[in-house]
């Protein structure tokens, strides 16, 4: 069974640059997340889908940051303009359900660097 | 509000020594926790997961986490530690949406 795919693995920007991230989940999953890791510290949730409608964004910079997931499956991370602090790695995730007993599992991430 | 502490930032121990890690979690109800390891490069993978029944939990990798709630805690052990398991480990409680609350997490160095 593949995993979860993520694209690209790593990119290099300038602050004020946008930037996207792509995500694949595992065939099936109805639930994505979208963490960020910044260097030190446990990974953070930006942003929970289930299927294409958001279960919790309360942490997204909805400011700079957006993800949409259309059709339920694929998803996209933006950052438009990037900050300085944005430099982080972007993990994906994804379960088969919401809910407390549900494994999520992870992608390989996005590793970002903001110049 | 849910929170996890991971008291140990760093951990060296020696191939073939024990191994604990600790967490304590902050939750007003019967926890779901995990445990996950992140190698360097790689994405976060799932060692272990409570939920409820009995308290010592088996994992993968030999790993195993006992539950007190008395205690707030929900430790990670293993009898003898591998090289391979250098790595960094993270806690993390759920929320009834399914979020993952991660602790600061612990890295491991392994001596030869």
């Known amino acids: 069974e593949a995993g979860v795919a993520q694209s690209p693995r790593y990119k290099i920007i300038e602050k004020r640059q946008s930037v996207a991230f792509w995500c694949n989940p595992i065939s099936g999953h109805a639930t994505l997340y979208w963490y960020q890791q910044i260097l030190g510290q446990g990974p953070k949730l930006l942003i929970q889908?289930?299927?294409?409608?958001?279960?919790?964004d309360s942490q997204l910079p909805k400011d700079r940051f957006s993800a949409e997931r259309l059709k339920g499956v694929d998803s996209t991370l933006k950052i438009q303009p990037a900050k300085l602090e944005d430099s982080a790695v972007y993990l994906c995730?994804?379960?088969?359900?919401?809910?407390?007993?549900?494994?999520?599992?992870f992608g390989p991430g996005t590793r970002l660097l903001v110049l | 509000a849910q929170s996890v502490t991971q008291p140990d930032i760093h951990i060296t121990v020696s191939e073939g020594a024990s191994l604990e890690l600790r967490c304590n979690y902050s939750y007003g109800a019967t926890p779901y926790l995990f445990w996950y390891v992140q190698s360097p490069g790689q994405g976060l993978q799932l060692l272990l997961k409570y939920f409820s029944g009995d308290t010592l939990v088996q994992g993968i990798k030999g790993f195993e986490a006992e539950f007190k709630r008395s205690q707030s805690s929900f430790n990670l052990r293993k009898p003898s530690v591998h090289w391979s398991d250098a790595a960094e480990y993270f806690c993390?409680?759920?929320?009834?949406?399914?979020?993952?609350?991660f602790g600061q997490g612990t890295t491991l160095q392994v001596k030869p």
């Open positions: 993390a409680p759920a929320s009834n949406t399914g979020k993952l609350i």
């Open positions: 889908f289930q299927n294409n409608g958001v279960v919790d």
């Open positions: 995730a994804s379960s088969i359900n919401s809910g407390l007993q549900e494994t999520q599992y």
